[in-house]
């Protein structure tokens, strides 16, 4: 069974950074590419960003393009996303999703994690 | 970016009616559009993908349907479990978007 465990989320000032981790267990890592989707408590669902599987080609909304970065260990089966910059606007529960095709990125968001909550404020 | 419009944003429906939740893209999708259904305090879950296939494990009175920029979510046989908030997303090219949302509550 597809097993997602994001963590890192905290409250941070404005301007400040962190960095949210998602352990992945129950699947070949290194076989799927995977996304960071938000949501703001009680809104809709944003993608934030994708990493492919092989971790050598990463894409980015254009509201966190230069200040996140995403990153991945397939020899440790983790996931991360580097926030810099941080706006108020970056509050959200942030989702660490899987792909649903083996090594092609098909854009389906099989399985998420239950999220972590960033807030952002002073 | 394509932008996705879904209509209505909510309902109310009764146990056992028939639900009908559509989407519209800006653009031509194909029929690269999935569906998700989220229960408060809960992660999305994936229904459809593709326009119309049923991902494995959910239940045969979901169907999708559509292609271009057109596409529709049905809920045969309303059951209590369903009442959620539905989200359709394109996954025809980056960035990725999602429609606002279809609460789905109980009559």
């Known amino acids: 069974e597809v097993h997602l465990v994001e963590s890192g989320g905290v409250v941070v000032q404005p301007g400040g950074s962190l960095r949210l981790s998602c352990a992945a267990s129950g699947f070949t890592f290194n076989d799927y590419s995977m996304h960071w989707v938000r949501q703001v408590p009680g809104k809709g669902l944003e993608w934030v960003s994708l990493i492919t599987w092989d971790g050598g080609t990463t894409f980015y909304a254009d509201f966190v393009k230069g200040r996140f970065t995403v990153s991945r260990d397939n020899s440790k089966n983790f996931l991360y996303l580097q926030m810099n910059t941080l706006r108020t606007e970056d509050t959200a529960l942030y989702y660490c999703?899987?792909?649903?095709?083996?090594?092609?990125?098909?854009?389906?968001?099989?399985?998420w994690g239950q999220g972590t909550l960033v807030t952002v404020s002073s | 970016d394509i932008q996705m419009t879904q209509s209505p944003s909510s309902l109310s429906a009764s146990v056992g009616d028939r639900v009908t939740i559509t989407c519209r893209a800006s653009q031509s999708l194909s029929s690269y559009l999935n569906w998700y259904q989220q229960k408060p305090g809960k992660a999305p879950n994936l229904l459809i993908y593709e326009a119309s296939s049923l991902r494995n494990g959910v239940p045969s009175r979901f169907s999708g349907s559509g292609s271009g920029t057109d596409f529709t979510l049905t809920i045969s046989n309303l059951q209590p479990a369903d009442f959620a908030t539905y989200y359709c997303?394109?996954?025809?090219?980056?960035?990725?978007?999602f429609g606002g949302g279809t609460k789905v509550e109980i009559k």
């Open positions: 997303q394109q996954s025809s090219s980056l960035p990725l978007t």
């Open positions: 999703v899987k792909d649903m095709t083996p090594e092609y990125t098909d854009y389906d968001f099989e399985s």
